[in-house]
Every structure is written in structure tokens, then in C-alpha cells.
């Protein structure tokens, strides 16, 4: 079976969690506090980064980008980027811009903020990086809404790594309850058809110790 090594509250891990079931895929879990830097972990991984995957063979694949590429190769149908090259191109933009913008604006601005720095022992948040973040989850949160008011799916009809991108950044920060969804009703409404999907339900199980979710985290209905 898969192994695929992790950090629950990690969007790369999630990302690749959520795919490999919407492949059907069967793996385990093991979790990894990369930031330990332990050298057994940056044997298999020597950029340190999160998440590994260990084929059945026990061989590694790190970066999430080859192991979502490695699984789009040699994984079951469906593609998660369709099969026309304009919309694999749109899916594929969609998907940076979480990876990458939102990360960049979002993520790091809350989650290494309020998570990041206590479970490491670097003090205590920066409040104006997280002022930042929530301001900026606004925006994006806008731009979701705009998607999903012209499109199925993020990227067109169909669910797609965009969605999956989307959904792994935002349930990090959902569990944070920073996300002001009675605002945001067409990301709501979004997001609230990708978490009930089979593939995002065991993120909603997920709990750091000393810092549970809001309620309404695994509330399918919020």
C-alpha cells in the first residue's frame, strides 16, 4: 500500500490526501513534523519539504508537484485536469494561484502565525501579517465566488486540481475559523459542495492537540 507522509494541518499533504481518494487510491498515513528536520525524513525528502509519498516499493517521491504529477501518470481515470488542452491550461492556473498566491497571502499570514510559530516554539504571532491575511482571504474569497457564480466548478464543469487546490489552503484556514463565510456566501456555497465529497471528509477529522476547530469545521451543512 501508499504511504504518504504528512502534517495534518500542512495544504501540500492535504492536496495530495485529497487526491489520491478521489483516484480511489488506498494509503496510510504517517505524520511528520518536518520542521524537526530529522535526518531519517530529509533522506527521503532533502528539500525538508511536506508531504513524501512512499510507493509500494518503499521508494520516495517528494515535492507535492511531482507526486501530483507522478499520480496523474500512473493513477486510475478520471484526470483531475480534464482533457482539452485550453481547460488543463485554465485548471492548471487556478491551481498555482492557490499553491502559490494564496499561500503567499493567505496561509502564511495565518496559519504559520497562529499554528506555525506556537507548535514550533517561535513566540508569539505577528498580529499585523495576520491583519494581512484576513484581509486578503476577503479577496480571494470574492474571486471563488466569482468562479463558481460563472462556472460548475472552479475551473469549468468539471471538479479539478483547482478545486482540490482551493479546498486544501481553505480547510487549513477554516480550521483556524477565520474564514467569514456568512459574507462570503458564493464561496460558501462552494466550499460546501467540495466538503462533502468522500475525498475531503477525513480532513474534517483531522485535530491538532491544545487547538480543536470551530464547530461548524466538519459540519457538512455548516
Request: aromatic share 8%; with cysteine; net charge neutral.
Amino acid at each position: 500500500m501508499l504511504l504518504l507522509i504528512h502534517f495534518p494541518l500542512d495544504p501540500a499533504s492535504r492536496k495530495v490526501r485529497i487526491l489520491l481518494k478521489e483516484k480511489g487510491l488506498a494509503f496510510d498515513l504517517r505524520e511528520e513534523r518536518s520542521w524537526e528536520r530529522r535526518e531519517e525524513f530529509l533522506a527521503l525528502s532533502p528539500a525538508g519539504d511536506l508531504p513524501v509519498l512512499l510507493e509500494t516499493d518503499g521508494k520516495p517521491i517528494a515535492d507535492v508537484g511531482a507526486i501530483v504529477e507522478y499520480l496523474e501518470e500512473t493513477g486510475s481515470t478520471p484526470s483531475l485536469y480534464g482533457s482539452e488542452p485550453r481547460a488543463r491550461a485554465e485548471v492548471r492556473r487556478l491551481a498555482a494561484w492557490f499553491d502559490r498566491k494564496f499561500q503567499r497571502e493567505v496561509t502564511t499570514n495565518l496559519l504559520d502565525e497562529k499554528i506555525g510559530r506556537r507548535i514550533m516554539g517561535k513566540g508569539t504571532p505577528d498580529s499585523s501579517a495576520i491583519r494581512a491575511g484576513i484581509l486578503n482571504l476577503k479577496t480571494h474569497l470574492d474571486y471563488i465566488a466569482w468562479l463558481a457564480d460563472r462556472r460548475n466548478w472552479l475551473a469549468g464543469d468539471n471538479f479539478s486540481m483547482a478545486d482540490i487546490s482551493a479546498a486544501a489552503q481553505l480547510s487549513c484556514i477554516d480550521y483556524l475559523g477565520d474564514v467569514p463565510w456568512d459574507d462570503h456566501t458564493g464561496a460558501r456555497d462552494w466550499y460546501q459542495r467540495v466538503k462533502s465529497r468522500p475525498s475531503l471528509r477525513p480532513l474534517l477529522g483531522d485535530r491538532l492537540p491544545g487547538a480543536p476547530p470551530p464547530k461548524h469545521y466538519a459540519d457538512l451543512d455548516f
